[in-house]
């Protein structure tokens, strides 16, 4: 009967409690599975931010992502190592857009599930990019923000397109504060 360690690898950005809770529970579980005649054991580490070779080996068996949503260059690694390494993700790179917002409220309405109303603006600002000025001038349509305040009802909520947390959240009690918020 042979021993096989599986190595889970935790994709961190400035998660402090989760993680620690994590690794003390799998210590604390000191897991030895019967698999197949063997025994499985598992591991668990942060993954490191750091230059990486395509043809590098990855040491873990699974990457649990918490920071790829937004950090690129560990997007990148962890892409890498899911077509290069076989390594299986949770919160896997190509599954981004279904994680916003906007397509999880979209897919809980086709369930059936009672979501408030909910509209999507475009940004007040935009990072600058070769084409976004004529992309801007061509399709970019004007809108009356109090209109749709009004057709939303107060107080309202609004929050960013991307990112959790509560970061960004401004509860909107009325029109000049939807302004406020949206300026």
Same mark, same amino acid.
């Given at each position: 009967? =042979?021993?096989?360690?599986?190595?889970?690898?935790?994709?961190?950005?400035?998660? @402090?409690?989760?993680?620690?809770?994590?690794?003390? @529970?799998?210590?604390?579980?000191?897991?030895?599975?019967?698999?197949?005649?063997?025994?499985?054991? %598992?591991?668990?580490?942060?993954?490191? &931010?750091?230059? %990486?070779?395509?043809?590098?080996?990855?040491?873990?068996?699974? /990457? @649990?992502?918490?920071?790829?949503?937004?950090?690129?260059?560990?997007?990148?690694?962890? *892409?890498?190592? /899911?077509?290069?390494?076989?390594?299986?993700?949770?919160?896997?790179?190509?599954?981004?857009?279904?994680?916003?917002?906007?397509?999880?409220?979209?897919?809980?309405?086709?369930?059936?599930?009672?979501?408030?109303?909910?509209?999507?603006?475009?940004?007040?600002?935009?990072?600058?990019?070769?084409?976004?000025? =004529?992309?801007?001038?061509?399709?970019?349509?004007? %809108?009356?923000?109090?209109? @749709?305040?009004?057709?939303?009802?107060?107080?309202?909520?609004? *929050?960013?397109?991307?990112?959790?947390?509560? /970061?960004?959240?401004?509860? &909107?009690?009325?029109?000049?504060?939807?302004?406020?918020?949206?300026?």
């Amino acid at each position: 009967m =042979a021993l096989h360690t599986r190595h889970i690898g935790l994709s961190l950005g400035a998660d @402090i409690c989760w993680p620690i809770c994590f690794e003390q @529970i799998l210590r604390r579980l000191d897991l030895a599975i019967p698999w197949q005649g063997d025994t499985l054991r %598992f591991e668990v580490s942060r993954v490191t &931010i750091e230059p %990486f070779d395509l043809r590098q080996p990855v040491r873990y068996d699974l /990457v @649990i992502d918490r920071l790829t949503h937004w950090y690129y260059t560990s997007r990148e690694w962890i *892409k890498k190592a /899911v077509v290069l390494n076989d390594t299986y993700v949770f919160n896997n790179p190509w599954s981004i857009q279904a994680n916003e917002k906007h397509t999880t409220y979209c897919a809980m309405m086709r369930l059936g599930l009672r979501v408030p109303d909910t509209w999507m603006l475009p940004p007040k600002s935009y990072d600058q990019a070769a084409d976004l000025q =004529a992309t801007l001038t061509r399709y970019a349509r004007f %809108f009356d923000l109090g209109e @749709i305040g009004a057709r939303l009802g107060y107080p309202l909520f609004m *929050k960013p397109y991307d990112g959790g947390g509560w /970061v960004g959240v401004s509860k &909107i009690d009325d029109e000049a504060a939807l302004r406020a918020a949206y300026e």
